[in-house]
């Protein structure tokens, strides 16, 4: 991707289906809150720096296997990584905790999200306990009580 120079006062961005493969060219637009880069070609989300503004990023549709090499988004409150090819949850999900502020997260359609089913909330929870919604449903006083009892057994 090449560098979005004199580009840096854009707030929102949209680069939807353009086959990107790496998210480099992003890294000097300081100002922006909003990057949408779904049904691209991308493997990392190692490309952005600097982008401490940034709030939402979408990266559905794209070719994410692992959660590696994250880049610190101090602001980040939604994260979308649907439909991409991560396969565990116990290494990613985890990872994602370097993200305080998040507070909505998409991973329904990736091969691990699928294999958990109705138990992918839970173990969202389970790691991110600053979530308010896990895809479009909100977190609701019942999960948080199932989040108690769940994390007592696992204790055990």
């Known amino acids: 991707m090449k560098d ?3 580009h840096d006062s854009l707030v929102h ?3 939807k289906k353009n086959k990107l493969v790496d998210l480099s060219g992003c890294r000097n637009m300081i ?3 909003e990057l949408y880069l779904n049904e691209n070609e991308i ?3 190692s490309g952005l720096k600097d982008l401490h503004r940034l709030r939402k990023l979408d990266l559905n549709t794209n070719k994410i296997t692992r959660l590696q090499n994250l880049p610190e988004l101090p602001s980040l409150e939604h994260l979308d990584l649907g439909a991409n090819a991560i396969e565990k949850a ?5 990872a994602l905790a370097i993200y305080p502020t998040l507070k909505t997260l998409v991973m329904a359609g990736n091969p691990f999200a699928d294999a958990l089913a109705d138990k992918l909330k839970m173990e969202i929870l389970l790691t991110l306990r600053n979530i308010k919604f896990v895809g479009e449903d909100p977190i609701t006083e019942e999960d948080l009580a199932a ?5 007592k057994e696992r204790k055990k």
């Open 31 to 33: 100002h922006l809150q």
């Open 147 to 151: 989040l108690k009892e769940e994390a």
């Open 90 to 94: 116990d290494g990613d999900i985890p």
């Open 43 to 45: 493997t990392s989300l």
């Open 4 to 6: 979005f120079l004199g």
């Open 13 to 15: 961005l949209e680069l």
